[in-house]
């Protein structure tokens, strides 16, 4: 049956773009619906054209649409949706802006990249700009090279900005240190517009205040006399030198409410804020005139950063007003929060980005993993490159609820994306590693190829390569034929398997399937099996347990293959424990195979005792 409705309904389009060149008028704008349309049943819709109209008032009529299941009825249906119109840079003034502003007091918390990365990803989704903007009114503990690493950082990760302070940029200086000027000037208009007052009083008397608050339960407000001073008594105290402040009147009455992209409606009373401060007695502005002076003039149309700024957006719509600036659009997304559901801190492990560079993840995986902590696509899908974030990426798939940095998540993140790369980078990253680590005195040539490849799929972080081929080189025979799991292989006659190896071993024919690759080892394994008549688990395994000294591992035959390699190239070091074949051999030749049995006996006979 098709669809027919008498009357038109309401649908959600959250992202579209506009085709048409001139977006600011009412009427002639083409936008493109880029997602399906659903009824409120679930049936989706299709549409005869992709070409949308925009009405005066931002709304748009999509045309008619029909039942993808029948098209036999063909009255369809009209529907109509508000949306915001994609406006491009040469056909308009209204492209998207949006920042990321860090203070360079440390190191990029995992927090503040998931912050530029939604910037980002919201500026690349929608053709705006990502502006980078230095916070450093902290003169105390901002420092340059904090500054320097955050940059590195970002840059790492692979968000580049299209204004900043290392590239500049029409709006800036974009760090609040070199904008000194700017804010004194907006501050002697809101002198004389009567937004802000001079205020003279002493710290001891703002401690009264605070006192008096606390007494009775208040929080924190101005209740000095300089609000209503006299112009004499103002005058008297500048001729006698006294330090002042400037601080913002806040109106009394009334509240302001913003529409947040990810919160929804949120309002605050004027009346529970006092007057602040917004220029110090030092000449330094405060941070949250600077930051409302800054958004404005930088002509900032999105505001997406975290919560816990959510309480500042009183005071900066008040500044806002009072300055005739227009109010950018505000999402404040949700904390991190540790695995304990506290926040995420020091004492849980690595929270900076650089930590995480460090440790041999990925930047492409880094990238994925931030951008799911809080967003979704609405799909089952956990593997992202940059590109399809970018076109998958809307600001209304956030979500409210705080996200759990989960780091074993993380780590199978980077593995999906470590085995995703060429074997070329796989090779090059894993030798630069171990040659940092001292198991190899250079990074390149065919042992690092074939330690790579043999390790990759095990491995999920690069780092953890390193002990990766510490215990591919290693021999543990001993230490494995004390463990419980080796039992039911050596009451299953092990010791013939060993004695088959040795022997193939004196006769060359070891060495030979060896040199011989893939199909000659295969060949050579299979003959041991026919001649003990063993085959599947009970051949392969305790193969390679008495050449590898290992119950897991990667290809026995290419293992082997790699510890000669690594013997004649004289590369590895001593630091990553060789053990050669030759070195195998004699150890196992050393093996008291009724002594083993024996010990892992009397092991199982008290393990027994204990259960009961």
Request: charged residues 25%; hydrophobic residues 40%.
């Amino acid at each position: 049956m098709a669809v027919a409705m008498r009357s038109p309904i309401w649908v959600s389009i959250s992202r579209c773009s506009a085709v048409a060149p001139n977006a600011s008028s009412a009427a002639g704008v083409g936008v493109k619906v880029n997602r399906n349309i659903f009824f409120s049943s679930g049936t989706r819709l299709g549409t005869t054209s992709q070409l949308l109209h925009l009405r005066s008032g931002g709304l748009v009529e999509l045309g008619r649409f029909y039942s993808t299941s029948s098209r036999r009825d063909n009255r369809g249906l009209v529907a109509r949706a508000s949306v915001k119109p994609h406006v491009t840079e040469e056909n308009g003034s209204n492209v998207c802006r949006v920042r990321f502003a860090p203070s360079p007091t440390g190191n990029l918390h995992v927090g503040g990249a998931r912050t530029a990365l939604f910037n980002f990803l919201f500026a690349k989704s929608t053709g705006g700009k990502f502006i980078l903007r230095v916070e450093d009114t902290d003169l105390e503990r901002s420092t340059r090279q904090s500054e320097e690493a955050v940059i590195r950082d970002l840059k790492w990760l692979g968000l580049e900005w299209d204004e900043g302070p290392d590239i500049g940029g029409e709006y800036g200086p974009y760090r609040q240190s070199e904008r000194n000027e700017i804010y004194q000037q907006y501050v002697e208009k809101l002198l004389k517009s009567g937004n802000v007052y001079r205020c003279f009083c002493s710290d001891e008397e703002l401690e009264a205040m605070r006192e008096e608050c606390k007494a009775k339960n208040l929080p924190p407000k101005y209740m000095g006399k300089w609000a209503s001073a006299s112009d004499a008594e103002i005058e008297a105290e500048l001729a006698k030198g006294t330090p002042f402040t400037y601080r913002f009147r806040v109106p009394q009455e009334g509240s302001v409410t913003i529409n947040d992209l990810i919160r929804g409606e949120v309002s605050w009373n004027q009346d529970t804020l006092g007057d602040f401060v917004v220029l110090r007695s030092n000449g330094q502005p405060v941070y949250n005139f600077c930051v409302a002076v800054d958004d404005a003039t930088m002509k900032i149309t999105h505001v997406i950063r975290a919560e816990e700024h959510l309480p500042n957006t009183l005071r900066q719509a008040l500044i806002y007003k009072a300055l005739g600036f227009q109010m950018p659009q505000f999402g404040h997304v949700s904390l991190i929060l540790a695995p304990d559901r506290s926040k995420l801190s020091k004492r849980h492990g690595a929270t900076s980005v650089g930590q995480f560079k460090e440790m041999g993840y990925l930047p492409a995986a880094m990238i994925n993993y931030l951008a799911l902590l809080g967003w979704n696509d609405g799909s089952e899908e956990e593997i992202f490159t940059v590109q399809k974030l970018i076109e998958k990426f809307s600001i209304d798939r956030i979500t409210k609820s705080a996200a759990i940095f989960d780091l074993v998540k993380l780590g199978w993140m980077n593995g999906q994306h470590l085995r995703s790369l060429e074997a070329e980078e796989i090779s090059k990253m894993f030798g630069e590693q171990w040659l940092r680590a001292g198991l190899v005195s250079q990074s390149e040539g065919p042992f690092i190829d074939g330690g790579a490849a043999l390790l990759q799929n095990g491995t999920d972080i690069v780092s953890d390569s390193e002990e990766s081929l510490k215990q591919l080189l290693a021999y543990p025979l001993h230490s494995t034929l004390e463990s419980h799991q080796v039992k039911e292989f050596v009451d299953d006659n092990l010791q013939e398997v060993a004695e088959a190896v040795l022997a193939a071993y004196d006769s060359g024919d070891l060495q030979t399937a060896i040199d011989g690759g893939h199909d000659t080892w295969k060949k050579w394994v299979n003959g041991v099996g026919k001649a003990l008549k063993r085959k599947g688990k009970k051949l392969f395994m305790p193969v390679r347990i008495v050449l590898t000294g290992r119950m897991q591992g990667p290809d026995i035959g290419s293992t082997l293959a790699l510890l000669k390699e690594g013997q004649a190239s004289g590369i590895v070091t001593a630091e990553a424990g060789l053990v050669p074949l030759g070195k195998r051999i004699e150890i196992l030749r050393s093996v008291n195979w009724s002594a083993v049995s024996q010990q892992l006996s009397k092991a199982s006979e008290g393990s027994a005792v204990l259960a009961h």
